[in-house]
């Protein structure tokens, strides 16, 4: 069973390019949380988890869902970081989950996926993104051998010094980066209200027509990338930045 949770696709696209090469199930962890449930999964083959790493750290909100979740069945645990550079302590914290929840920890890998974090970063450029997803199949394939293999992922945990810098980034990026406040809606926007819909974790509501953001934001990036006006912007950071939505990956039976 291959879990994921996205907020651009990116970790859907390995989720999917995953199931489809293992003959496996995909299952969204997104509507979960945004409906504060927990998951009782039981599966056959082993648990594989896709996430986005936040400025080299896994979401709060997707490690809270695996502690309170309950994992019956294979008790074997892959976790995929998609990022745009380092998984940063990733490997650190799927090990401790796997404690947690009774799994056995088979390891943890990155892909590189393209930048969609325009609140702080330029996105990816065409070229680099095209070159990115030719990487990230290719990288999907080397990833479901191990695991058809019943092997083990060989990346490394974060070391005493690396783990310290990812935590202390960890509590920078929520204590200054993830605000709402810098969030706006443009005269552009047609108040569909897809960006309520997409936000797992029931950050924005409609008010007068327009998208108005709470404390709970995570800034994963769904709402200002997704837009179908392009009309959410993050203060000046966004402006003039090309939005990005990792395409759907093609699977063998839909070609």
């Not at 995909?26 to 449930?37: A, E, M, Q, R, S």
């Not at 709060?60 to 892959?78: D, E, H, N, P, W």
């Not at 996926?113 to 990230?136: H, V």
């Not at 990812?166 to 005269?187: M, S």
């Amino acid at each position: 069973m291959i879990l994921y949770f996205t907020g651009t696709g990116n970790s859907r696209y390995v989720a999917d390019g995953l199931a489809d090469l293992l003959g496996d199930e995909t299952v969204c962890v997104n509507d979960y949380i945004k409906n504060n449930k927990v998951g009782e999964f039981n599966s056959d083959t082993p648990y594989v988890v896709v996430f986005p790493v936040y400025l080299s750290i896994i979401p709060k909100v997707l490690a809270r869902f695996i502690r309170a979740s309950s994992f019956a069945g294979c008790k074997k645990a892959y976790f995929i970081a998609t990022c745009a550079g380092a998984a940063g302590s990733s490997p650190n914290a799927a090990l401790s989950l796997c404690k947690y929840a009774n799994l056995q920890y088979m390891g943890t890998e990155k892909i590189v996926m393209p930048q969609n974090y325009i609140a702080l970063f330029k996105m990816t450029e065409a070229p680099e993104i095209e070159k990115r997803m030719n990487d990230a199949t290719a990288k999907i394939t080397e990833m479901a051998n191990v695991i058809r293999n019943n092997q083990y992922f060989s990346m490394k945990k974060a070391n005493l010094f690396e783990y310290g810098v990812t935590k202390f980034v960890e509590w920078l990026y929520i204590k200054f980066f993830t605000r709402t406040g810098k969030f706006r809606a443009t005269t552009e926007c047609i108040s569909c209200g897809l960006c309520k819909k997409l936000c797992p974790v029931n950050s924005i509501e409609i008010a007068d027509g327009r998208p108005v953001w709470n404390k709970s934001c995570i800034h994963c990036m769904a709402c200002i990338n997704r837009c179908p006006k392009k009309a959410i912007e993050y203060g000046k950071n966004s402006v003039g930045k090309n939005r990005y939505v990792c395409a759907k990956y093609i699977r063998k039976n839909d070609v």
